[in-house]
């Protein structure tokens, strides 16, 4: 059988949540739906939860990670386009008939994403992502290494895009080195293999924040891993550091990865990133992109210092915007 689109969801240890989320794409009207749930090695009752609905084409695994669950879902996806769908989030109601037109008229050359709201410990944060948020992605326009520049500067959420199947299979899935970032590192990939990416106002989902160790988002990863991330995805963008909004893009996320490590303490670490953003795109340019925080603090304090202060300013303000 053919499908409009296939939603894959890989599940570790969420029967608290398994139920709605399978609950909200089975609710889908307009298109036809394969909805793949890969339990990755669950202790709980997240399989038996998901067995329940004869809707869902069910795969157990061993515990090796959400990517690994994703690229084993693709072997079995037989629609047209994928959506990626965590097992503690939830569609809204129409959201992927609204992506699947926008696709169809684009005959799967764009990628179109839309935006999510939050909820946090049972408050409702909103995050919507205006047209005015995303205007560099209101068209499909730009050059290739413009379109590599903004994936390698805005990282999209997995379950945002509507990706083509053909797409995602002729880049491989995710990367499977990588320990966090990997949806970041499948778009810039995306991205050089000639897709584009189009903002669509689209509510796709809500993504749920909670303190269980089964969001994929609370879990933590060590400098070095984070190192090897950027590695393998600097090996993917390297032939393209020729044009200069790539080599400010890559130094502007280097300038971030910095402030974060030396948060951590992780001094040293994080003064070589400083040092590599000021080689790629020059002091002056690499302050510019990073905002008018950061040079104020730049112009007051050593580079390691102002880094770490400017981390300080981030992380309070978004305390003050979780708590609300």
């Known amino acids: 059988m053919e499908y409009d689109i296939t939603v894959i969801t890989p599940v570790y240890n969420g029967e608290d949540y398994i139920r709605k989320c399978i609950e909200s794409v089975l609710n889908q009207d307009g298109v036809k739906v394969q909805h793949i749930v890969v339990d990755d090695g669950s202790v709980d009752g997240s399989y038996e939860a998901a067995r329940g609905y004869n809707c869902v084409s069910l795969i157990k695994q061993k515990n090796a990670g959400a990517p690994s669950a994703r690229n ?65 992605d209101a068209v499909a326009s730009g050059s290739l290494p413009q379109q590599v520049s903004r994936r390698i500067s805005k990282n999209l ?30 778009n810039i990939r995306l991205a050089i293999a000639g897709y584009r990416f189009m903002f669509d106002d689209v ?39 020729e044009h200069q909004c790539v080599r400010d893009a890559w130094a502007k996320r280097l300038r971030g990865k910095a402030s974060n490590f030396i948060m951590a303490g992780f001094i040293e670490e994080g003064q070589r990133m400083l040092d590599e953003a000021t080689l790629l795109s020059g002091h002056s340019v690499v302050s510019n992109i990073y905002g008018y925080p950061y040079r104020t603090l730049g112009s007051l304090f050593s580079g390691v210092s102002a880094a770490r202060l400017h981390g300080l300013l981030i992380k309070s303000a978004r305390k003050i915007l979780y708590r609300k």
Request: proline share 4%; charged share 30%; aromatic share 10%.
């Open 203 to 241: 509510h796709c989902y809500t993504q749920r924040i909670h303190d269980s160790p089964s969001r994929i988002t609370n879990r933590k990863c060590d400098p070095k891993s984070e190192l090897l991330n950027d590695k393998y995805t600097y090996e993917s963008v390297e032939s393209l550091l």
């Open 157 to 186: 959420m997995t379950s945002l895009p509507l990706y083509p199947a053909k797409a995602i299979k002729k880049v491989g899935g995710f990367d499977l080195r990588l320990m966090s970032s990997q949806e970041w590192n499948l």
């Open 72 to 136: 084993l879902g693709l072997t079995k996806a037989l629609g047209n386009y994928i959506k990626f769908l965590d097992a503690d989030d939830y569609l809204l109601p129409g959201c992927l008939e609204k992506q699947f037109h926008a696709a169809e008229m684009n005959e799967g050359k764009v990628i179109n994403y839309g935006f999510r709201d939050i909820v946090w410990e049972h408050r409702r944060i909103c995050k919507r992502k205006t047209l005015r948020a995303n205007l560099d």
